[in-house]
């Protein structure tokens, strides 16, 4: 079975610009999960998403971040207009239940300059 | 690969030997904690994972010891090898409306030489 894809693995941009992150979970899997690791921090949860529906939202930052999933497959997650603070690797994870069995993507590492 | 920070906790062994990795969790309504590796270039991967109804799971070289009065986590991995040079991370998860989110900790780099 394909694994959570992740794309781009790189993208480097300037402050003020936008970025469209992607992620591809493992087919069938309706839970689907976006975090980020903010360079020297932990890993932290931005959202999650049932199917097409944001189940949590709660650890999006701010308004700069638009997280979408339509048609419950895909999800993309855009930084509009990106800031020096939003680099960092940013991860997408997928699941068939609940919490359990999270199998994550290889993220993309976002820097902004 | 990802950079993993310069603050993070290190431990460094020799291969052969044990390891005991330690995590200490801060919400004490927590029930479900899971033990993640990330590799250079990767995500998190899955270990083991141990529920508060337990206080030991056993995997495959790994043991996750959980004592919930005083909020601690551990990871021990026998016999450890070259290959189990990565960054750790513990994680919990507290259920209810937040059922799909985790909490990771910080990491620790484990180095494991020759």
């Known amino acids: 079975e394909a694994g959570v894809t992740q794309f781009p693995s790189h993208s480097v941009i300037e402050k003020g610009q936008t970025v469209t992150l992607r992620c591809d979970p493992i087919?069938?899997?309706?839970?689907l999960y976006w975090y980020r690791r903010v360079m020297g921090k932990e890993i932290k949860f931005l959202l999650h998403?049932?199917?097409?529906?944001?189940?949590?939202e709660s650890g999006m930052p701010n308004n700069r971040f638009l997280a979408e999933r339509t048609g419950g497959t895909y999800s993309t997650l855009k930084v509009q207009p990106a800031e020096l603070e939003d680099s960092g690797v940013y991860f997408c994870?997928?699941?068939?239940?609940?919490?359990?069995?999270?199998?994550f993507g290889s993220g993309t590492r976002l820097t902004v300059v | 690969g990802e950079s993993v920070g310069l603050h993070l906790p290190t431990l460094s062994v020799q291969e052969g030997d044990n390891s005991i990795i330690n995590c200490a969790y801060s919400?004490?309504?927590?029930?479900?904690f899971i033990w993640y590796k990330q590799e250079s270039g990767k995500g998190p991967q899955f270990i083991i994972d141990?529920?508060?109804?337990?206080d030991k799971r056993q995997g495959q070289r790994v043991t996750v010891l959980l004592n919930k009065t005083v909020k601690h986590l551990s990871l021990q991995i026998a016999a450890t090898q070259p290959g189990d040079s990565a960054v750790y991370f513990c994680?919990?998860?507290?259920?209810?409306?937040?059922?799909?989110?985790?909490?990771f900790g910080q990491g620790t780099i484990l180095t494991v030489h020759p």
């Open positions: 994870a997928s699941s068939q239940g609940t919490a359990y069995g999270y199998t």
């Open positions: 087919s069938g899997h309706d839970n």
């Open positions: 998403f049932v199917k097409e529906s944001k189940q949590d």
């Open positions: 919400n004490s309504a927590s029930d479900y």
């Open positions: 141990i529920r508060s109804n337990m």
């Open positions: 994680a919990e998860n507290a259920g209810g409306t937040s059922y799909g989110k985790l909490t």
